[in-house]
């Protein structure tokens, strides 16, 4: 006994499978300079050791002043600056107060620029 789709339920599995592929095949958008979060904390951690590097802020954020720890991936090509100077990721301590720049990816978050207070 052969069975096959008609009409009405034809027509939905046919639009279903078609939005789903097409969905599946967008590229997911590049990242821009508005989707550029920033935040500003306390470093808790900063761990050169492991590739790719990181660094750990406690912030406190949000109309009632809630506590977050954010953690972003720190690749070589980031601006790190201490005044006007630049500096290396292993010369910010824990406890220095830092200016974050960062974008959510896929990945996690990734930093843009990090400037010590």
Do not use: C
Request: aromatic share 4%.
């Amino acid at each position: 006994m052969r069975t096959t789709m008609q009409g009405p339920t034809a027509m939905f599995w046919l639009i279903s499978l078609v939005v789903l592929f097409t969905i599946g095949l967008r590229a997911p958008a590049a990242a821009t300079e508005k989707d550029n979060l920033a935040v500003r904390g306390k470093v808790i951690a900063v761990n050169v050791k492991d590739s790719p590097n990181v660094i750990l802020l406690r912030a406190m954020t949000g109309s009632r002043n809630q506590e977050v720890i954010v953690g972003a991936t720190v690749h070589p090509e980031v601006e790190i600056t201490r005044g006007v100077r630049r500096v290396r990721l292993h010369s910010i301590r824990v406890g220095e107060v830092v200016d974050l720049i960062y974008t959510k990816t896929l990945e996690g978050l990734v930093a843009q620029s990090i400037h010590v207070q």
